[in-house]
């Protein structure tokens, strides 16, 4: 399904018309591809009194080949006006002072903004926000980056040092509605203890969200833990040598899953329906991977998928639960049949495999567990009692096996996406749909491709230190905010 309206307002002749009429105006998004580097420009690092993360924070970024500034000029300043002027921070400010940088500040041109709030203790502290990003509101490139790094309030010494650290949120979540032109902004919980901290445990993170995968994510909050990460010897390549299953992996979000993870060097096992073994040969054929066609919800499937990677490869390393369908209704309305079935393919069918999946021991230490969410299981949805339910399981899925597979070093998270382009959403009534995709930070509905993008993050051995979260690929999405 295309945006035509997006594809209208990067045209020439559209962009005139959106600035005239004050309409959405979706930006162009930096989408990864391989070989690129991670950033369109430099870093400006900036840490609070007594941080604990701004040292090891430069050294990844150090090491990952990108120019890290302490100071507000990057080696490579420069000024685009055209650029500078777009989105909505752009017009505020055109309105309110002919488009001058607020408070006067640089013309500089920043890949990302990054600060490292950990040492912020009370919330006389968090002037020290401002004086960072008040000067560099206007110096941010088409989609950048801005990562703000806190402790989690539950770990603070005192409740002025967890107040002041649960204020980070606001910052975060309103500057990704800010800054506009793609520019995605986002808060990273590092934990205190064990080896957190270090450069192994946030490598991963910062590398994905500080690169054009995550180019739909903002205003999340992601925690970073103790859990073992094992660095890639090619970052390019982050799944090398990984078995991963797919589920639902024949078209739409599965599809894209399967593509990105093979390209990052997974070997990959494709799941879908027996009806849709055609697609899934199709798939399979342009990866390189391997096909399973079986209905998740028989009796036997289980077993049966448990027989077919014990045979075949002797374990799977990552598990992602993409398999999901809708069959909508309003509750009163709703037959039983609609809710068993969204009910056990979203939700049952997930329970059901890993169990059978972490008795055998087929997933080793190192393994990864990624489910689809949505936001419906976040927000809730008129119509979709039974989705949602659900999604929401999904969920509390998460929360209950994160915890109870730590000691196995097996990390769960989930995605949350909020409207991505696909049949699903091509369906929409078209006012609804129009909608649903320009209510968000980023004015446009994200790829299958955004989602994937997160699964992989998630789904790397360098994620061990990432597990319990539940990501939002939703361009900041105002449901469910
Ligand atoms: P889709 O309908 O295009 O693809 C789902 C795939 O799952 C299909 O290939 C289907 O055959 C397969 N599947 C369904 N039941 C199965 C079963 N019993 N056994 C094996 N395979 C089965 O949907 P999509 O839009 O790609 O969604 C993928 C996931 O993302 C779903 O879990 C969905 O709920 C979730 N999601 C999608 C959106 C969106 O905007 N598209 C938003 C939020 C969440």
Redesign the pocket.
């Given at each position: 399904m295309t945006d035509r309206y997006a594809s209208f307002v990067q045209s020439g002749a559209g962009r005139a018309l959106v600035k005239r009429l004050g309409l959405p105006d979706p930006p162009r998004l930096r989408r990864h591809s391989p070989g690129d580097p991670l950033l369109p420009g430099p870093v400006l690092l900036g840490a609070a009194t007594g941080g604990r993360l701004a040292d090891p924070v430069a050294a990844i970024l150090t090491a990952a080949g990108v120019d890290v500034s302490t100071g507000t000029t990057p080696p490579t300043a420069g000024h685009d006006d055209a650029a500078a002027a777009d989105g909505p921070a752009g017009r505020d400010e055109r309105a309110g002072n002919g488009g001058a940088p607020p408070g006067g500040g640089t013309s500089a041109r920043f890949g990302a903004l990054v600060y490292d709030a950990t040492g912020i203790t009370d919330s006389t502290g968090l002037r020290q926000l401002y004086d960072f990003f008040h000067p560099q509101a206007r110096a941010v490139l088409p989609s950048g980056r801005v990562i703000v790094l806190g402790t989690p309030p539950a770990e603070c010494g005192s409740p002025r040092e967890a107040t002041a650290q649960r204020a980070l949120e606001g910052l975060t979540r309103s500057i990704g509605k800010e800054f506009g032109r793609g520019v995605t902004a986002q808060l990273v919980h590092v934990t205190a203890t064990g080896d957190a901290g270090t450069p192994t445990s946030l490598e991963a993170t910062l590398r994905f969200l500080l690169s054009g995968r995550s180019a739909y994510v903002s205003g999340q909050v992601v925690r970073v833990g103790t859990g073992p990460a094992v660095v890639p010897a090619d970052w390019n390549r982050p799944l090398a040598g990984q078995v991963v299953l797919v589920?639902?992996a024949?078209?739409?979000?599965?599809a894209a899953v399967a593509r990105v993870l093979a390209r990052d060097g997974a070997q990959v096992v494709a799941?879908?329906?027996p009806a849709?073994g055609d697609a899934l040969a199709a798939v399979v054929n342009e990866i390189g991977g391997t096909a399973v066609q079986?209905?998740?919800?028989t009796a036997d499937a289980p077993t049966r998928l448990a027989d077919h990677l014990a045979e075949r490869h002797g374990r799977v390393d990552v598990v992602v639960h993409?398999?999901?369908?809708t069959r909508d209704k309003t509750l009163g309305r709703m037959d039983a049949d609609r809710w068993d079935a969204v009910l056990d393919?979203?939700l049952s069918s997930q329970e059901r495999i890993n169990d059978v999946l972490l008795e055998r021991e087929l997933i080793p230490e190192g393994g990864r567990l990624v489910a689809?969410s949505?936001i419906a299981g976040i927000a809730g949805n008129r119509g979709q009692t039974n989705y949602a339910t659900s999604k929401a399981g999904v969920i509390g899925l998460v929360d209950s096996l994160a915890p109870a597979l730590a000691g196995r070093g097996i990390s769960v998270n989930a995605v949350a996406?909020g409207?991505?382009e696909?049949?699903?959403?091509a369906r929409i009534p078209l006012v609804v749909r129009e909608a649903g995709r320009r209510m968000n930070s980023l004015a446009q509905g994200g790829l299958?491709v955004d989602v994937a993008e997160t699964i992989g993050w998630l789904a790397w051995p360098a994620s061990g230190a990432v597990s319990g979260n539940v990501v939002r690929v939703c361009g900041q999405s105002l449901l469910g905010a």
């Open positions: 589920t639902g024949a078209r739409g979000i599965g799941l879908d329906v849709a079986l209905d998740l919800t993409n398999a999901g369908i393919v979203n689809v949505s996406p409207f991505i696909t049949r699903l959403t299958p």
